[in-house]
Nanobody, 119 residues
């Protein structure tokens, strides 16, 4: 089993910054991908940014403002969010695609951390 624990959400004014962190622990042979999704109230969950190997993928709405990074030694992924807008308000979920020691790839999700951007 794998656990993902997020931190770093909170309330910030428009134009401000926040940094989210997500640490993975448990039965991990290899973290093949990590990333962030978000779900605003009344909307479907959507991709924010993911990273796999040396590649990073961003939704167009956050390109140039958000940066995803990983610390492989700590099994941790970060999301630096700058120039935040009210429309970035959502619950942000950490995601990991994990290869276990005796299993194929499985997807895991964190419980989410709330980001609120005031205008």
């Amino acid at each position: 089993q794998v656990q993902l624990v997020e931190s770093g959400g909170g309330l910030v004014q428009a134009g401000g910054s926040l940094r989210l962190s997500c640490a993975a622990s448990g039965s991990i042979f290899r973290l093949n991908a990590m990333g962030w999704y978000r779900q605003a109230q009344g909307k479907q969950r959507e991709l924010v940014a993911t990273t796999s190997g040396a590649r990073a993928n961003y939704d167009d709405s956050v390109k140039g403002r958000f940066t995803i990074s990983r610390d492989n030694a700590k099994n941790t992924v970060y999301l630096q969010m700058n120039s935040l807008k009210p429309e970035d308000t959502a619950v942000y979920y950490c995601y990991a695609r994990v290869q276990g020691f005796d299993t194929s790839d499985m997807n895991y999700w964190g419980k989410g951390t709330l980001v609120t951007v005031s205008s």
